[in-house]
């Protein structure tokens, strides 16, 4: 018999529900753990494998040294390296920071600051090694990484969309939720993934999967301006879990200058 | 003279988060335990400061993949009191339901995947799964239904989407509710027999005068309300909170830990407190249950928390089955009206770890002023310890090995949530050199 492929997990700086999902996958959970060798994942067993390893998986950004230099370490023993959520693919929630001064976040949660070591910014695993695929969302969508493992024992390409939330909306027949209720939501320019779950319970799509292929967020939050959102408010909405992803971190600095144009090409 | 010797777990494995344990000795005294919480901060409160009421619910769910909507609870009830919104019975019944999900969906994953292996001999759930594959796959299909139930009310089980402050942006259906009853009956009985499977374990002898704390409410087994409580007799009401516990910072971590004033002394939240402080609230079917489990409650032996989840699995899935029995009308609004204004609240729920506490206070530009989240496991860390210094000079005998598997065992009675306390752990036995040496078979 062939060995079996070695898959390791990977945890940095993240709220671990991305790697649960792993766990979350009860009906193949068994068949996966039959079909490769579950080297090192600590959040599920306490044995654990010396790479290199086949595949690896990454949750979490990089906030400190330490993990700045892991991340390489990892890269070199991973021969395919998924990072997967919006930690590994742009930084998460905590990149946050980015706009901010750490030292006042540590003395605002902290009473000893002294004892804290971190890096003044929160990112995504691609900014500091080549990432062979990256899977979004906050948090992932567990049917995308099954598939992604099972392709990856097959060795084919991961059939994962990358068109907007909108196409998801219209697939199950929801009714627009900017168009019906005047609410800025950032469907037209959120990569599908989630099942448009959102709207479909009457709200705004939040931007969990982040920007899609080309997606135009600057122009769409112009849209929602110019139809009465407090320009703050946009600002927020582009600043959640994907607030680091170029695109939308672009758009919200736009905005938030005021720079932002009118030319409404991303309309719902 | 007794050599030095020390443990130490680097990375401690089947919690969530990361943290490490190190324990020296000095021959069989126990110099130093360290649970060292190592976890990346991710500076939540700072970073709520400018927020929008309403997306603290969506933030805070990112703390903890495992318990979003405790998150979700705790921030919502403190934004409403902060606001002075009240919600109907109907959202008041239909968020014991959301928490029920995450009860069932939590707990049967610490026992089956993360705790169980400790008592059966196995590194993993998946290594038990080759040997006990039945049960494995009961315990699965048993987070499975927790799951089921979160993605019908919250839209995704992880980080669900539909619980705001002041209710639920759409009632959850009624129709995908009423059809999930047949497995919500089956979980029921399958959280019976996993009473009978854990009840049976062989428990380590232990005994502690814990201090136990959690809410306390005369009709119902806590969730979202209640006052808190504690065996030594504390009695408060939530919003009394801080004057009764307060956080230190230690140097070895990233996460702040919690202690009972005026002492400064450790507590213990979670199951088996709340069994220990609402054993008369549990709901008939789980009470019949506990009374015959063969364990005499009030138990002292957190190596009975497993036994407690168990327990608490029963009720959770009772619970569900009622509600969801009941539920013939989809509340219409689905949610108060949020009426923003200036204002402090604060709030505690029962996470599946145990109280979790939270105050905001919106400001003038009606954006989050402030914010203070206390996190159970923040509360359990300095009990951990605690146990953990009673606890080493039995294992002492034993190699590196062995003995740092048995702290680690312990540690888990705690189902530590590491990400929450903002982070997890590494555990490091220092025996010294020598004593190492000397140590080794
Ligand atoms: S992407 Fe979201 S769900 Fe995934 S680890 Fe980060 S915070 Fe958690």
Redesign the interface.
Known sequence: MAAKPKLAVFKFASCDGCQLSLLDAEDELLAVAGAVEIAYFLEARTQTVDGPYDVGIVEGSVTTEHDRQRIRDVRRQCKYLVSIGACATAGGIQALRNWAAVDEFISHVYARPDYISTLATSTPIAEHVTVDFELRGCPINKYQLVELIASLLKGRKPRVPEYSVCVECKRRGTVCVAVAQGVACLGPVTQAGCGAICPSYNRECFGCYGPKEQPNPTSLAAHYAEAGSDKMHLVRLLRNFNAHAPAFRDASDLVESGAASGDATEAP | MPANRTFEVK????????GALYVKLAGDVVEHVELNIY?????????L?G??VR?VP??VA?????C?VAYQMSASHALEKALGIEVSPEIRTLRRLVYCGEWIESHA?HVY?LHAPDFLGY?????L?ADH?DA??RG??M??IG?ELLEILG?????P??V?VGG???SPDRERLKALLPDLEWGLQASIDTLALVAAFDFPDWHDEYEFVSLQHPDEYPYNHGQVVSSSGLRIDVEDYEEHFA?????Q??A?HSVMLPEEKSYLVGPLARLHLCYEQLPPLARRHADNCGIAWPSHNNFHSIVARAIELIAAYEEAIEIVRAYNAEPSP?RAELVLRPGVGCHATEAPRGLLYHRYEVGEDHLIAEAKIVPPTSQNQGQIEADLRQYVPRVTHLDDLAAT?RC?HLIRNYDPCI?CA?HFLTLTLDRGEKGAEADRP
């Open positions: 990375a401690l494995s089947r919690v969530e988060g990361e976890e990346p901060p991710r500076f939540y409160e700072g970073f400061r927020r929008e997306e969506d933030i990112r703390i903890c993949g495992i979003p994953l995947l590194e993993s759930g998946i290594s799964a594959k494995v796959e699965l299909r987070k499975k799951n839209g995704r089980a992880i980080h989407i539909n705001t639920f942006h759409r956080e230190r910072h230690m140097p971590s990233t702040l689905s598997r680690e990400s903002t």
